[in-house]
């Protein structure tokens, strides 16, 4: 197993950081799956969009923490959708695939690319 220092993430492993990198993919995406719902709904539909716009998901938590402050029952239905996406649509096997071939993918291009 290969050791990664402590300092490479402020202390944090690598997978703590993938987790709150995830974590923020996954508030972003019900939020959007949220604006879809809230479609027919305008004024939740524009609200959703402006907030978006007003404050990007660079944290996930953060982000449902000023939702909250904002509107509680939209901030809900995001963190519910968010728990349910991360839980059962997100293709996790799929994803490493995709992160395993793009990184061979990239490797090989920029090792073409010296020789």
């Known amino acids: 197993k290969m050791f990664v220092p402590a300092g490479a993430f402020g202390g944090e492993t690598p997978e703590k ?5 995830l974590t923020a993919l996954f508030t972003y995406v019900a939020t959007w799956i949220g604006t879809r719902e809230a479609a027919r709904v305008t004024n939740v539909h524009a609200f959703l ?21 904002a509107d509680p029952s939209i901030a809900r239905r995001v963190m519910d959708v968010r728990t349910a996406y991360a839980g059962g649509d997100f293709e996790w096997d799929i994803c490493r695939g995709l992160v395993m071939q793009n990184m061979e993918k990239s490797n090989a291009e920029i090792q073409r690319g010296f020789l």
Do not use: Y
Request: net charge negative; charged share 35%; aromatic share 8%.
């Open 17 to 21: 950081k993938a987790s709150r990198l």
């Open 49 to 69: 969009l402006d907030f978006l716009e007003a404050n990007p998901v660079k944290d996930g938590d953060a982000f449902l923490e000023k939702l909250t402050a």
